[in-house]
């Protein structure tokens, strides 16, 4: 099947569809869908590589955090034929609990991002996100 062409709208719509997934804790299976087998994901605590990486760290966040949300207040592409780089701004809210606190803990920060994206049969997939930058919100807890 040949690649969907990429666009400024299909990857503002992707940017936030990816959101929403990690937000809803979707079943790992959809959200691999969004991303290319040769993914290079590169997050404060590591860099994971590739489906089975990713799926590490999927587990781990999706057991961690919850009552996330994210906010995306930018999606700038740059389109090059079939690939996309991107630049992306959300602000990322959710609570963690530590055994055996009284409470959960409130998280809340806003991420610079840059990605990769290119042209699957279906749309975007992500092949290289970075988080360039994690800033904490006054009264945040730490990760």
């Given amino acids: 099947m040949p690649a969907e062409r990429l666009t400024e709208d ?15 804790h979707l079943p790992q299976d959809q959200v691999l869908a969004l991303i290319t087998e040769d993914l290079e994901f590169k997050v404060p605590e590591d860099t994971f590589l590739g489906h089975q ?8 966040v999706t057991n961690r955090f919850f009552d996330e949300v994210h906010t995306v207040t930018k999606v700038e592409p740059a ?7 991107v630049r992306v701004l959300v ?53």
């Fill in 79 to 85: 389109i090059e034929g079939d690939r996309a780089i």
């Fill in 53 to 60: 990486g990713f799926g590490r760290w999927y587990t781990a």
């Fill in 91 to 143: 602000n990322w809210q959710a609570k963690i609990w530590d055994p055996p606190a009284a409470r959960s803990q409130w998280l809340g920060f806003d991420a610079d991002q840059t990605w990769t994206v290119v042209a699957g049969p279906d749309g975007p997939l992500i092949k290289q996100y970075t988080v360039n930058d994690l800033a904490p919100m006054p009264g945040s807890a730490s990760l």
């Fill in 10 to 24: 299909a990857i503002r719509t992707f940017a936030e569809n990816w959101y929403v997934a990690l937000d809803q």
